[in-house]
C-alpha cells in the first residue's frame, strides 16, 4: 500500500514503463521485420527472374541487331564501294561490339549448358560470316582499284587466290556479291537466328521454373505477414493509449502553461514532474537575467558598441529613407596589429569607438561590424548635411591623431550615402562601400558622399 502511495506520488516512470513497451513492440517488430525480409527476398527474386529474361531478350536482339548491322554495311560497301560503309562495319566490329558484349552478360547470367552452348554456336557462325565479309570487301578493294594499304589490317591480310587475282573487276564484283547475297550467307544468317530461339526458349523455361517457387513461397509470407500486421496493430494501438495518457496529455498542459509564462505544476510522470521542477527554476532565473543577455546580444563586447545583429536588426527597423548609412575604415590597422600587437589594437579599436560615440547624436547609432569596420546610422539626415560630416570626419581624425602613452595614432577613412524615397538596406550598403573605397583610394580626401537614387 505505501508502494502504491509513494509511486502515485512520484509517478510512474516513463523509463521503466517505455522498456516494457519497447520490449513487446520490439519482439513484434522483429518477428515481421524477419517476416517482411522474406517476402521482400520472394518478391525481388521473381522479379529478378523477370528482369533476367527481359535482359537475356535484349541481349539477344542485340547481338541479331549488331549482326545484322554489319551484314548491311559490307554488303553496302562491296555493291557501291563506298569507304564510309566499311568504317562503319568495323566501328561496330572494333569499337562498339554489341554482339560481345551481349554474349558477355548472356554468359554472366545463366548457367543452363543448353543456352550457352547455343549461345556460343551463334558467335560462331557470326565469327564465320565475318570471315566471308572479309574475303568479299578484299574482292572489292582490288574491284573499285581503291588503295588496300588506306584499309583496315583484317582486309589486308586477307589473301586471295590465284583464281580470284586473276578475275577481271566486274568478275570480283560478282563474287563479291555472291559470298554476301548468296545462299549460303543466308544459311550461316539463319543459323545464328536458330541458336539464339533455342538460347532464348531454354533461359525461357528455367525463368518459370523459378517464378513458380517464387510465387508459392511469396503467398506463404504474405498470409504470415497479415498475422503479424494485426499482431503489432494490437500492441501499437495499447502504446499509443498509454502514451497518451501518461505522456502527450500532461505534455500538452505544459506546452500552454509554458506558453503564458506561468509556472507547471507537479503532476504527471515522474519525467514530467521533474521537467517541471526544472523548467519552474530556469523560468524564475530566466526573468531575472533577459534583460541582461538581450543587451549582451546586440552589443559589442570590447567597445560597447551596437555589434553586427545589433546593426542587421537596426537597418531592419529604421526608416532608412529618411537617414544615413556611414561606414568607417582604420586606416592601417594591420600595421599597429603586426608592429605593436593586439592588445594595442584593442586599444586603438576602444579609442576609435569612443571617438564616433562621442561625435554623433544620441538618437544617432553607432555600430562595429567587424574587426575594424564601424558604421553609423545617422537618422533625420539628408545630403544638406554633408558639410557637417566633413566637420565630423575632420574632427574625428583630429582626435584620433593625438598619440598618448599606450595608444597608437590611427586615422579613419570615410563613406556615406544618403537614403531615398524606395531605398533598401542593400543597396544603401551597397553605395556607402563604394564611398567608402573611393575615400580609402584617395590619399588627399578620406570622406566620400553618395546621394543619387
Known amino acids: 500500500m505505501n508502494s502504491l502511495k509513494n509511486l502515485m506520488n512520484r509517478g510512474i516512470s516513463l523509463r521503466k514503463l517505455n522498456i516494457a513497451m519497447l520490449t513487446v513492440a520490439l519482439l513484434a517488430s522483429l518477428v515481421l521485420s524477419y517476416s517482411m525480409h522474406q517476402t521482400t527476398e520472394n518478391n525481388q527474386a521473381a522479379h529478378n527472374a523477370t528482369q533476367y529474361l527481359l535482359n537475356w531478350r535484349e541481349s539477344s536482339y542485340d547481338l541479331q541487331r549488331a549482326s545484322d548491322f554489319l551484314t548491311e554495311n559490307i554488303r553496302c560497301f562491296v555493291v557501291t564501294g563506298e569507304r564510309e560503309h566499311l568504317d562503319l562495319y568495323f566501328k561496330e566490329a572494333k569499337i562498339d561490339q554489341r554482339r560481345d558484349h551481349a554474349v558477355a552478360e548472356l554468359e554472366q547470367s545463366s548457367a543452363n549448358p543448353g543456352a550457352i552452348n547455343n549461345l556460343k554456336g551463334a558467335m560462331a557462325e557470326s565469327m564465320e560470316l565475318m570471315n566471308r565479309e572479309y574475303h568479299a570487301a578484299r574482292l572489292a578493294v582490288d574491284a573499285y582499284g581503291l588503295d588496300l594499304d588506306d584499309f583496315p589490317e583484317e582486309i589486308q591480310q586477307y589473301r586471295l587466290s590465284r583464281l580470284e587475282k586473276s578475275m577481271t573487276d566486274e568478275e570480283k564484283k560478282e563474287l563479291a556479291v555472291e559470298l554476301l547475297f548468296g545462299e549460303e550467307y543466308h544459311q550461316k544468317k539463319d543459323a545464328i537466328s536458330g541458336h539464339m530461339q533455342r538460347c532464348l526458349a531454354a533461359l525461357k523455361e528455367d525463368l518459370m521454373k523459378k517464378q513458380l517457387t517464387a510465387a508459392e513461397e511469396l503467398r506463404n509470407q504474405v498470409w504470415m505477414e497479415h498475422l503479424l500486421t494485426f499482431l503489432l496493430i494490437g500492441v501499437t494501438l495499447g502504446i499509443v493509449f498509454l502514451t497518451a495518457r501518461l505522456v502527450i496529455f500532461p505534455l500538452q498542459r505544459c506546452v500552454e502553461l509554458i506558453r503564458d509564462e506561468k509556472d507547471i505544476p507537479l503532476d504527471g510522470a515522474y519525467e514530467v514532474r521533474f521537467l517541471a521542477k526544472t523548467y519552474n527554476l530556469m523560468h524564475h532565473t530566466n526573468l531575472e537575467s533577459q534583460e541582461k543577455l538581450s543587451y549582451e546580444a546586440t552589443h559589442d563586447k570590447l567597445t560597447g558598441l551596437y555589434n553586427r545583429r545589433g546593426y542587421d536588426f537596426l537597418l531592419q527597423n529604421v ?51 567587424g574587426g575594424d569596420e564601424f558604421a553609423v546610422i545617422m537618422v533625420h539626415s539628408d545630403p544638406s548635411l554633408k558639410e557637417l560630416l566633413l566637420n565630423k570626419a575632420r574632427k574625428i581624425n583630429e582626435r584620433l591623431a593625438s598619440e598618448a602613452t599606450d595608444t597608437p595614432a590611427i586615422s579613419v577613412s570615410m563613406g556615406v550615402a544618403f537614403g531615398f524615397d524606395g531605398v533598401d538596406a542593400e543597396y544603401l550598403f551597397k553605395q556607402a562601400d563604394t564611398s567608402l573605397y573611393k575615400a580609402k583610394k584617395d590619399d588627399d580626401v578620406s570622406v566620400w558622399f553618395h546621394s543619387a537614387g
Open 319 to 369: 526608416d532608412l529613407e529618411t537617414s544615413a548609412l556611414i561606414l568607417f575604415d582604420l586606416d592601417k590597422f594591420k600595421q599597429i596589429n603586426d608592429t605593436f600587437g593586439h592588445d594595442a589594437g584593442d586599444r586603438v579599436l576602444m579609442k576609435v569607438a569612443d571617438a564616433l560615440f562621442c561625435s554623433f547624436r544620441t538618437q544617432d547609432f553607432v555600430c562595429r561590424i
